[in-house]
């Protein structure tokens, strides 16, 4: 157990220095951070509203990550598997699971970072009035999970390519599907032919109504459940996916 | 002691690596030849624990590969094909990761990395990015990140591969000063490598073993081994060829070069063990040839290499 957490710690530290020792990490930032501020203030109206939330701040997460956190996930294995590291790092005396957790960490660490960093939004709605905090932080909590979903995402498709273009399509499509699962026209295209409760299972696994409940400041058990197994989930696959590599 | 048994991978339909087994004990530095594509680096990364086989299995050290594969994969040190290393980090920082991945901290760790910088030559480049350095350099960071931890098992694919002769011959000497107390098994393109540094040469062709013996031993194989070849100053050699035809103990002889000034003969022995060099020279001699320079044929590497790999090439070219 003492090796598990040392060998995670050790895999985690040199990615998240990794992020910071390329320029991906500064991009990816400012780029969040812009859109961000373009989505809350331009297409939400956060002035004109007039209420001391964040609503109109995290509305637009899951359509930003949609977009960002793949870029972060896609490079998890596939850079690996370009350079031939993976060849290093996977004859090494840890687990493929070490491994796997470590490089998600870091990822979702940056990431963490990265809506950290968006504190001023925070700082304005106390200035401007009397928000409730306990929601904010609940919503932040609740973006973080998200963020992790779809990450767990990318670092799957990141297992099955060494192309990283190949894996941030295949993962924004992956996570658009998860998206827009529950959404009326993705639904309507079931709801035609299939049963009831295969409608139901299909609409269940979108990110929305979860995300939606937790950024309303109520943390339910059933949302914590879900976006931890779908982090469990593809994080299981991923680790799948790498034990059948084929050739390196 | 490395034991391979019945090691076998296949790629879809196409049978990369069938049947191999062998055993390499310490002190031993095996060389694994063969073409591009004969499997030596799959086979390699099968024993390292990169590859699952598709069957067979690699026992490092009592170790199970698949079975106990962290407790294998602690005793081998592994330098793969191309040099690997992650090009963001610092040599030092790379190393520094390899060592705690190892399970070297503090200071122990320090000094370990310390000592394999200067090892391999690194000092100067160690707060260099790795993908700054040159091919040479890179090449020493990945060996050097291999013998990090002293491993008593050493798999190196082409560690050569890309140096300049200088460097060559460092990684060599390094190689063969640390053979005394560990198992070796690299791969090479290069023959006179394995004259120079391996106690035993596998050949590998189309997935399968063809040849496992000593350089000596594959060398004997070779048809030139034996063979005897004077250069002589120009005469009427050709007559020379002829009469020596039924010369006693040879088997026959011809001619291998011949320039303006001087020519060269080549006399094949009845018996290799005991090539009549003497009686040919005052043969020569006597008949009033000034002889250059004389040598015995040890036989060669890349003739026996063709001839195990592609069986009909020596019949196609005669």
Redesign the interface.
Known sequence: MK?FFR?TA??LR?EF??YF??PVAYVFIVIFLLLCGFFTFSLSHFYEIGQADLRTFFEWHPWIFLFLVPAVGMRLWAEERR???I??I??????LTEVILGKFLAAWLFIGVALLLTFPMVLTVIYLGDPDLGAVVCAYFGSFLMAGAYLSVGSMTSAMTRNQVVSFILSVVICLFLVLAGWPPVTDILSGWAPVWLVDVVSGFSFMPHFASIQRGVIDLRDLCYFVSVIFFMLFANGVIL?N???? | MIEVSHLSKY?GENNAVDDISFTVGKGEVLGFLGPNAAGKSTTM?MI?????PTSGTAIIGGSDIIGES??A??K?G?L???A??????TVI?FLG??A????LSGDSKRRRVEEILERCFLTEVRFQ?INTLSKGFNQRV?FA?SILHDPEYLIMDEPTDGLDPNQKYEIRAMIREMARHKTIILSTHILEEVEEVCTRVIIIAKGRIVADDTPEGLMARSALHGTICFTIKKGDGKDIVQNMNDFPGIEKSEIVNESETEMTLRFFPKETSAPPADLILQHLLEKGFSVETFFMEKGRLDEVFRMVTIPDSIEREE
């Open positions: 090796d060998n050790g895999i040199r220095a990794d020792g390329s350079t031939g590291t060849e290093l996977l004859t090494l005396p840890i687990t034990q590599r084929r050739a390196a | 790629f990364r390292t624990g990169f590859l699952p962290l407790a994969r602690k081998i592994y793969p094909e191309n690997p290393a992650y090009p963001d980090m920082g990761f390899i705690g991945m190892r399970g990015t990945c990140q």
